[in-house]
């Protein structure tokens, strides 16, 4: 896939918001219904068929997303990179599971250990 302009991440986050909050609403069935296939306290939305199900999922809207060109690089929390050139330097325009828009970037040799906040738009 292609480099994404900050634009155009912009637009495909907002597309692809709904299919991040159903990955957060099921990431935390599945970890409950695992906790009741375990050791756990058996779970009241569900056993292994629930599960299996949930996983199926999950691995649909991850797949979806990462057709998209994003890079899903976390589950929990969720965090989705946008590879994108930002004054000519390899970036990554990064969301992070919470934040209400995408607004930081990292180098993409950093990780978001390198997180910075966009520059202010023109």
Known sequence: M??????EAREELDR????LREIVALRADAAELAAGLGSGPPSRIGGLPEFKATQARLDEL?????QTGAELKGLA?????????LD???VQLC??????SL?????ADLGIAGRRPLP???
């Open 95 to 100: 969301w992070l599971e919470g934040e209400p």
């Open 16 to 19: 692809l918001l709904p299919a």
């Open 120 to 122: 202010p738009r023109p």
């Open 62 to 66: 991850m797949t979806a997303v990462q």
């Open 2 to 7: 292609g480099l994404f302009t900050l634009e």
């Open 88 to 90: 000519g330097e390899s």
């Open 103 to 107: 607004a930081w970037y990292h180098r």
């Open 77 to 85: 929390p969720l965090l989705v990179d946008f590879p994108a050139q």
